[in-house]
């Protein structure tokens, strides 16, 4: 492209003055051919200071919810900080596992050569199901069997790990996934167990709203997909659940 036709084209969005933050991000992310659904993480195609613009989009966006609703945020004391209260809770709260990077994970050496079964549970799910927004409230055991030669991490990190996958819009089913994979990208165990089980309240507040089914679900990697009988040890050591 010659000097005059460069000065010629529009200037690219990234510069342009009063284009929304999410459009640029979405940008970026079209930019790199990157998906960007529900329960994905885009924290690496975030700028310095697109969080704090992104919580006056959305609060705007969410005052915009609440006026088509008819509420009367300006004369209703309960209401009127409710839109950036709502941004506030999906980008630095509930939804903050799609735009903060993956928590740190130290990493100790496996001095005495582990290679027993491990297991971490209940961790505690918090979440929302991608269709409705509502929340996904429950639990997820965790069992790893350990190669002797990988390191060993910190047991603490498993919850973190599982806080930062579902922290976002999830479906049960991927969510699970997604942890698996991140726990075997990370430490890289001959095996991996995981179970989980969650009442989803778009199927108790609203909806069918019954009020006592749980989803259940499980994924094995490695060593778990081979050997029943390690499967059964590791589905036998999980406490009772929740009736
Ligand atoms: N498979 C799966 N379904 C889920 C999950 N979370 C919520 N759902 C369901 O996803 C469906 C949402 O899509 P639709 O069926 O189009 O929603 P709807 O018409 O409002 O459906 P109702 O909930 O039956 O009123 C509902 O049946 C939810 O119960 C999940 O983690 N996994």
């Known amino acids: 492209m010659t000097k005059e036709l460069e000065r010629a084209s529009p200037a690219p969005v990234e510069q342009e003055e009063g284009v929304p933050v999410s459009v640029k991000i979405r940008e970026r992310l079209r930019a790199q051919g990157r998906r960007f659904n529900a329960n994905d993480n885009i924290a690496d195609c975030l700028e310095p200071g697109d969080l704090d613009r992104l919580l006056d989009e959305v609060e705007a966006k969410m005052q915009g919810v609440l006026d088509s609703m008819v509420i009367d945020t300006a004369g209703d004391h309960n209401t009127r900080s409710t839109a950036r209260r709502v941004a506030k809770m999906y980008l630095t709260e509930v939804f903050k596992g799609r735009y903060v990077p993956v928590p740190a994970i130290t990493e100790f050496p496996n001095a005495e050569h582990l290679n027993e079964l491990m297991i971490v549970g209940p961790i ?35 919850a973190r790990l599982v806080d930062w996958v579902m922290g976002r819009p999830q479906i049960q089913e991927e969510a699970v996934v997604q942890l698996a994979d991140l726990i075997m990208e990370r430490t890289q165990p001959d095996g991996l167990a995981i179970v989980m089980e969650a009442s989803h309240f778009c199927m108790s507040w609203r909806g069918v709203k019954e009020m006592d089914s749980k989803m259940l679900n499980s994924v094995m990697r490695g060593v778990f997909l081979k050997d029943a009988n390690l499967r059964r040890e590791f589905l036998s050591l999980i406490p009772r659940r929740s009736s």
């Open 124 to 158: 505690t799910v918090r979440s929302a199901c991608s269709h409705h927004l509502c929340p996904v409230i429950g639990k997820v055991w965790i069992g790893v069997l350990p190669n002797q030669n990988t390191n060993v991490i910190g047991l603490s990190k498993y």
